[in-house]
């Protein structure tokens, strides 16, 4: 099946940057021409690799954004400026540059809009990168799923695909988003303004007896507060699914 080698058998290839766009001002989406790529499923990630003049290394993990059967590759990267790989990646890479990739990788974390029972996303930040590859999914196939994205952001501003998001909600076809922001005035938001807890997990998502799927992924302590608090509810451990990154807030 498409989307489920080994990572053994993955071999390196060499990717062409045909566009970049800038999702928040310290998030930018990649995207990539892949000739041979094999396909992918929501919620896989693949591996970058750069290779320095003097012949060093680095690489690093980044999840999938585009939706399966998309004619092109896309991630985003997270820019730390005390990162290895993310500063170059987000910041000096350009159009018509080529890095190396690998992938696709991973069969846990992911999302077939042919499963049944509602979806319950929940993001920490740039951790809403593979939820957005099962939300565009699910649309591309048409599906009408139940899906419900609970997305933490800092600001009004941090927000990944913020426009794309509201134009996915505003389809009625049964996906809805919730924001919760951490760091924002009331002026600017009068949404939810604090951190995810066991009323807003509650609120947002379906009771355990709905047995829903649920995928959460964002920074480490934000994915084992959530998942822990999920399982408090009554959800069965099963059904949770996690993908983490470093605690700074993004792979680096």
């Known amino acids: 099946m498409a989307g489920t080698a080994v990572l053994g058998r993955l071999t ?9 766009r800038d999702e928040t001002p310290t998030v930018r989406t990649l995207v990539l021409d892949l000739p041979g790529w094999p396909g992918h499923r929501a919620g896989q990630h693949v591996d970058i690799r750069l290779t320095a003049p003097d012949g060093y290394q680095a690489q690093r ?21 005390d990162g290895e790989v993310s500063p170059y990646l987000n910041g000096v890479l350009a159009v018509g540059d080529r890095i190396e990739l690998r992938g696709p990788i991973g069969g846990w974390f992911v999302w077939t809009p042919d499963l049944d029972g509602p ?9 809403v990168v593979p939820l957005m590859a099962m939300a565009r999914s699910r649309r591309d196939a048409g ?18 695909y913020r ?22 005035s009331a002026e600017r938001w009068p949404g939810h303004r ?3 807890d066991a009323a807003l997990l509650a609120e947002v998502g379906w009771p355990p007896a709905d047995a829903p799927r649920v995928y959460v992924c964002g920074p480490t302590p934000f ?9 408090d509810l009554g959800h069965q451990p099963g059904t949770i699914r996690t993908e983490r990154f470093g605690a700074a807030g993004g792979s680096p």
């Open 12 to 20: 390196w290839r060499e990717a062409e940057v045909v566009a970049l």
């Open 61 to 81: 993990s980044y999840s999938i954004a585009s939706a399966p059967g998309a004619p092109r590759v896309e991630v985003a990267v997270e820019r730390l400026d």
């Open 119 to 127: 979806v319950f996303l929940v993001g920490g930040g740039s951790g």
């Open 143 to 160: 599906a009408t799923t139940p899906m419900r994205l609970l997305l933490s952001s800092p600001t009004l501003d941090d927000v990944v």
């Open 163 to 184: 426009d794309e998001l509201d134009r996915l909600a505003a389809a009625g076809d049964g996906f809805a988003v919730v924001h919760t922001l951490t760091r924002e």
């Open 194 to 196: 604090r951190r995810v």
């Open 223 to 231: 994915v084992e507060v959530v998942a822990d608090t999920l399982v």
